[in-house]
């Protein structure tokens, strides 16, 4: 098990790199006191527990339970690995966010603004000193800011781009959700060989059918190279999902087949890959072939 802390100047980030990593699928704890790391390592640890990394943000919100942080990382990182991400911003960039956000800091209660950060920078340079990873968030746009968690997350074995492969079927409707979509009609189709016409895309027949098929390894050589490149600039850009659909008539036979395909390929370059099929168990209908049977029917 993993658990990142993340900690660091007020106004500096922290809630939104602590988005980031939940949209990457790991349990995510915002203000969380520092004498319950602990607990829930324990929690995390229990046989059966739907999460294997966590990332807990712990400052000085906390108040007096604060001080206690290291003293319980020394304890916790017995039983788990331990990384700490720190985020700091120069003066004028959080004396910026402050007013726009129009948002007391923490530690104002009897001081001004800029007294405040620079009292809280010196409760913080003991973690600073002991963080892994040290983000200045100076500058930095919501999207730089989390790309360079991510790029965080990947240096410590952090979670993968997860990739949906959806196919579909053209008549009932394409999926809103989709952020590629590839036509796949231009293949021949299994609906007009009687033979094949009753099963789906899952039935290896149906696959050394379309192998056959003129046109599907140019298809597959261009389409691999594409997404090749894609991925990767996927999660550079901070992207944690996406969804690749593939779409024929009906969306039983060639949708279905290609997303199996581009998911088993992408499952073994080390991606967390999903498939769904839309419209597979839609009812087959016995149709006589059309004198160009390539480009019609499902």
């Known amino acids: 098990m993993r658990l990142t802390v993340i900690t660091g100047m007020s106004g ?16 995510s704890v915002d203000n969380l006191p520092p004498g319950l ?61 402050f007013s726009e956000t129009r948002r007391p800091h923490p530690l104002m209660a ?10 809280e920078r010196r409760q913080m340079a003991g973690m600073r000193e002991r963080a892994d990873v040290v983000i200045d968030s100076s500058g930095l746009s919501i999207w730089d800011l989390r790309r360079a968690v991510f790029a965080a997350m990947t240096q410590s074995d952090g979670p993968r781009l997860h990739v949906d492969f959806v196919s579909f079927g053209f008549k009932h409707g394409l999926p ?9 009609r231009f293949l021949r189709n299994p609906h007009y060989v009687p033979e094949l016409a009753p099963l789906t895309g899952l039935d290896p027949r149906v696959g050394e059918f379309l192998a056959a098929a003129p046109a599907m390894q140019p298809f597959l050589e261009r389409l691999e190279a594409l997404l090749d490149f894609l991925l990767p600039a996927y999660v550079e850009e901070g992207k944690s999902r996406v969804s690749v659909a593939f779409g024929c008539t009906g969306g039983r036979h060639r949708s279905v087949a290609l997303a ?7 499952r073994h370059q ?3 890959v999903s ?19 390539d480009q019609d029917g499902t």
């Open 12 to 27: 500096a980030g922290k809630s939104q790199a602590l988005g980031a990593f939940e949209d990457a699928g790991w349990f």
């Open 37 to 97: 790391l602990p607990s829930l390592a324990d929690l995390l640890l229990l046989d059966g527990s739907p999460f294997e990394s966590a990332a807990v943000v712990c400052d000085v919100r906390g108040g007096a339970w604060f001080g206690d942080l290291a003293a319980v990382l020394d304890e916790v990182a017995e039983r788990v690995e331990v990384q700490i991400l720190f985020l700091e911003a120069g003066d004028d960039d959080l004396v910026r966010r």
């Open 110 to 119: 009897a001081v001004t603004l800029p007294e405040a950060i620079e009292l």
């Open 176 to 184: 809103r959700d989709a952020d590629l979509v590839f036509d796949v």
């Open 260 to 266: 199996e395909m581009m998911a088993e390929r992408y």
């Open 270 to 272: 080390g991606y967390d």
């Open 275 to 293: 498939v769904f099929h839309r419209h597979i168990d839609k009812p087959h209908t016995a149709v006589a072939a059309p004198v160009d049977a």
